[in-house]
C-alpha cells in the first residue's frame, strides 16, 4: 500500500530520537567558542594595525585554552566533538594568527619571503596538532610520557613567536636587521613544534594540592594576573625566555626517565633452533592390504 511521505498515519517508520545531551558537555566547547572568537578577533586587529590589542586576543585566547580541557575533566564533559573543535581552534588561534600579526608587524618588509615564514608557522601548527590528535590513540606509550609533550605545543609556540613584538614595545630599536631576524626566528619555533623534542606537559601538575598551599595559590595567581595587566610585554618577555630557557630540561628529564624504562624491557625471545630433518619429516603411509583382506566398501547411506 503508498503511504504519502508525510501521511500522519504511517506507522512503519518513526522519526527518530536523539537523547538529550546534558549541559555539562556543552560548558568546555562554549570556552573553545570563546577561545576560537577571540582569535578571529586578532586577526582583525592585526588587519587594522592594533597589534597591542591583536596580542591581548592571542593570550585571552591561551587563557581559555587552558582552561576548557580542564573544565572538560572536572565535570567530565570530556567527548570527541569536543577534542576536534579544540584542535580546529587551536590552529587558528595558534597558527594563524600570531602568523598574520607578525606578518603585518614587519614580515611584510620582506616580500614574498616574509609571507612564506608566516605560512610556515601556520602549516606546522596544523601538523603539530594533527600528530597530537593521533598520538591520543596511541596506547603503548608508557605511563610517564603523559608528563612530556612531543614538540613544542601550539598555544606555547604561539606566545613564544611572537617574542620580536613584545621587544619592540618594550622599547628596543626597530633596526634594519629586525625583520630578518624575527624571520629565522620564526621558522626556529615552526621546526621546534613538529619536532621530536620532548616538552614539559605539565597537565597532571596540580591536581592535588596541600591545604597549606590553597592561600599562598591564590595570592601567587592574583599577583600573576595583575602584573599581566599591568606590565604585560615584560611579563611576556621574562615568561617567554623562562620558556625558551626549559627546553633543554625538558629533554634531560625526559632522558632520565627514557633509560630505566629501556633497561627494564624483558629481552626478546631467540628464535627456536629448526628442528633436524628426521624430526620434520612426513611419516610414510602403512602398505595398502592385499585385495582379498580390504573391507568390504559400502556406501554411508546402507551401513
Known amino acids: 500500500m503508498w503511504f504519502p511521505p508525510f501521511d500522519p498515519t504511517r506507522t512503519e517508520s518513526k522519526r527518530r530520537r536523539f537523547r538529550a ?4 558537555m556543552l560548558v568546555p566547547n562554549v570556552i573553545t567558542l570563546l ?30 585554552d587552558g582552561i576548557d580541557g580542564r573544565v572538560a575533566r572536572l565535570i567530565r564533559g570530556q ?13 587558528v588561534n595558534f597558527g594563524v594568527a600570531p602568523g598574520v600579526v607578525l606578518y603585518f608587524w614587519g614580515l611584510d618588509e620582506l616580500g614574498n619571503i616574509g609571507w ?32 612530556y609533550f612531543t614538540g613544542v605545543p601550539a598555544p606555547a609556540g604561539a606566545i613564544t613567536v611572537l617574542l620580536p613584538i613584545y621587544a619592540s614595545f618594550l622599547g628596543v630599536p626597530r633596526l ?15 621546526l621546534l613544534m613538529v619536532s621530536r623534542l620532548p616538552v614539559f606537559s605539565g597537565k597532571k601538575l596540580g591536581t592535588r ?20 595587566i599591568s606590565y604585560p610585554w615584560p611579563v611576556l618577555t621574562v615568561g617567554t625566555l623562562c ?61
Open 243 to 303: 620558556y625558551l630557557i626549559s627546553l633543554p630540561f625538558g629533554w634531560l628529564s625526559y632522558r632520565k626517565h627514557e633509560r630505566p624504562a629501556a633497561v627494564a624491557l624483558p629481552p626478546r625471545p631467540a628464535a627456536a633452533e629448526a628442528p633436524p630433518a628426521a624430526a620434520t619429516a612426513r611419516p610414510e603411509p602403512p602398505p595398502a592390504p592385499p585385495p582379498g583382506d580390504r573391507p568390504e566398501q559400502r556406501p554411508p547411506r546402507l551401513n
Open 176 to 190: 634594519g636587521f629586525m625583520p630578518p631576524l624575527a624571520l629565522v626566528y620564526t621558522l626556529a619555533i615552526a
Open 209 to 228: 594540592v596541600a591545604p597549606e598551599l590553597v592561600l599562598p595559590i591564590f595570592v601567587v595567581v592574583v599577583l600573576f594576573v595583575a602584573a599581566l
Open 21 to 24: 545531551i546534558p549541559v555539562r
Open 79 to 91: 567527548s570527541r566533538f569536543g577534542a576536534e573543535l579544540d584542535s580546529l581552534a587551536d590552529f
Open 116 to 147: 612564506i615564514a608566516a605560512m610556515v608557522f601556520a602549516i606546522c601548527a596544523a601538523l603539530r596538532l594533527a600528530r597530537f590528535n593521533v598520538a591520543i590513540d596511541d596506547t603503548n606509550r608508557p605511563a610517564w610520557a603523559a608528563n
Open 35 to 64: 577561545a576560537l572568537c577571540a582569535g578571529l578577533t586578532a586577526i582583525r586587529f592585526a588587519v587594522e594595525g592594533r597589534l597591542e590589542w591583536a596580542l591581548a586576543a592571542i593570550v585571552f585566547a591561551a587563557v581559555l
